[in-house]
């Protein structure tokens, strides 16, 4: 069945480091992938997504790239912000299936 | 417009009690879906609706959930004689069209469920 392993939070930073949160998965067939983020007392929304091998997702400054060989998705900002603090969520939907697995979840902390 | 709303934001009853949890979605969007998510965990998908039937209801525990959307807009999930495991932010998105891999879900904010 499909899974998804994200790295466990916490992850503490100061403004202005570079963020990578790393999240792998399994699938049968061929994916999409997706980063959601949820701030403090909103709902998840979609960050970025990517449907098909090498394609780059990006949004607000992040990033993520779709590598089929390693099955990752890891998600990348130069530069984060205070306003960047929240849970990110990876996920992937395949065979045409309109359900998302998502992952545990990763906590951000930015400190200034 | 206006985003998914759901109600109440927060809930606390008492074991053994049925509760209603509320999901407007956004007019015009024809699927709608809910989720459970327990503390540190990723939304678990509950049951999915495509118009006014439920098109995959895979997800639901056990008989004790049960949702409806009769008119294909405002959907309710039910969940009887509730239990402490029932415990977790219900959380329910709604999506423009009929399905498929790469639809965006526009996720509400959810309902914090307690159970006593």
């Known amino acids: 069945g499909n899974s998804v392993t994200q790295m466990e939070g916490p992850v503490t930073l100061s403004e202005e480091a570079f963020l990578t949160i790393n999240c792998t998965y399994t699938a049968t067939g061929y994916p999409s992938l997706f980063w959601y983020v949820q701030y403090p007392g909103e709902g998840l929304q979609l960050l970025l997504k990517?449907?098909?091998?090498?394609d780059k997702g990006s949004n607000k400054g992040f990033e993520a790239t779709y590598r089929k060989e390693t099955t990752s998705f890891h998600l990348e900002k130069g530069s984060v912000q205070v306003s960047d603090s929240a849970v990110y969520f990876c996920a992937l939907s395949s065979g045409g299936s309109y359900i998302p697995t998502f992952g545990r979840g990763t906590s951000l902390i930015v400190h200034p | 417009g206006a985003g998914v709303s759901q109600t109440p934001s927060n809930k606390v009853t008492e074991k053994g009690k049925y509760v209603e949890l509320r999901c407007d979605p956004i007019s015009g969007h024809t699927a709608l879906y809910w989720y459970r998510q327990s503390l540190g965990q990723g939304p678990e998908f509950l049951i999915y609706f495509q118009g006014t039937g439920a098109a995959d209801d895979s997800g639901l525990p056990n008989d004790r959930f049960f949702a409806v959307r009769p008119e294909g807009s405002v959907s309710t999930l039910k969940i009887q004689r509730t239990e402490r495991g029932d415990s977790a932010v219900y959380l329910c998105?709604?999506?423009?069209?009929?399905?498929?891999?790469?639809?965006?879900?526009?996720f509400g904010p959810g309902t914090r469920l307690t159970v006593l």
């Open positions: 990517a449907t098909k091998a090498d």
């Open positions: 998105a709604s999506s423009p069209t009929s399905g498929g891999a790469v639809d965006t879900q526009y």
